[in-house]
């Protein structure tokens, strides 16, 4: 990765607000009005940090970038799921994403030599890992046959005299 904080940037820029499309775009796929929220709101996110890496590029460069729409220089490569996939299979496409969204920022905030830059990469590959470990752990609880509890760990389950 060049360590050019432009080219980043753009290349930032334009991830984000594919995050947030592919996120819609999940959203949209899903029946159920939980998962679709879930994803609504994940596009949410993608969006904001768009946002805020628009308003960064535009106060430090002085200019509006230029992004591809396309191209073969893709940061995170998603395996796109079917439209019938499942919950489940487009939880394991997240997980693949976010993780790449994570280890992109964490690169460009180790090849970094700007304060500001830095200290932004690094809040959104933090950011990036919470994602990945939320999905982690949702996809897991999805996946476990078993959970384990005693009837007398549910709560209101007594007997009213």
């Known amino acids: 990765?060049?360590?050019?904080?432009?080219?980043?940037?753009?290349?930032?820029?334009?991830?984000?607000?594919?995050?947030?499309?592919?996120?819609?775009?999940?959203?949209?796929q899903m029946e159920d009005r939980g998962a679709r929220l879930k994803f609504e709101v994940m596009a949410a996110i993608e969006l904001r940090h768009y946002e805020s890496l628009l308003?960064?590029?535009?106060?430090?460069?002085?200019?509006?970038p230029t992004l591809p729409e396309?191209?073969?220089?893709?940061?995170?490569?998603p395996e796109t799921p079917q439209k019938t996939a499942s919950f489940a299979?487009?939880?394991?496409?997240i997980l693949d994403t976010e993780l790449r969204a994570h280890e992109f920022y964490k690169k460009a905030f180790e090849t970094s030599t700007?304060?500001?830059?830095?200290?932004i990469?690094?809040?959104?590959?933090?950011?990036?890992?919470?994602?990945?470990?939320?999905?982690?752990?949702?996809y897991n609880y999805m996946t476990e046959s078993i959970i384990r509890f005693a009837s007398e760990d549910i709560p209101w389950m007594m007997e009213v005299y």
């Open 1 to 28: 990765m060049s360590n050019d904080s432009k080219t980043i940037l753009e290349k930032a820029i334009s991830e984000e607000m594919k995050a947030s499309r592919f996120y819609s775009n999940l959203a949209l």
């Open 55 to 64: 308003s960064y590029y535009q106060e430090k460069f002085n200019q509006t």
């Open 70 to 77: 396309t191209g073969e220089c893709k940061i995170v490569r």
């Open 89 to 93: 299979d487009a939880i394991k496409v």
């Open 114 to 119: 700007d304060e500001n830059d830095r200290k």
């Open 121 to 138: 990469f690094k809040a959104l590959a933090d950011m990036e890992q919470a994602h990945y470990e939320h999905f982690r752990t949702e």
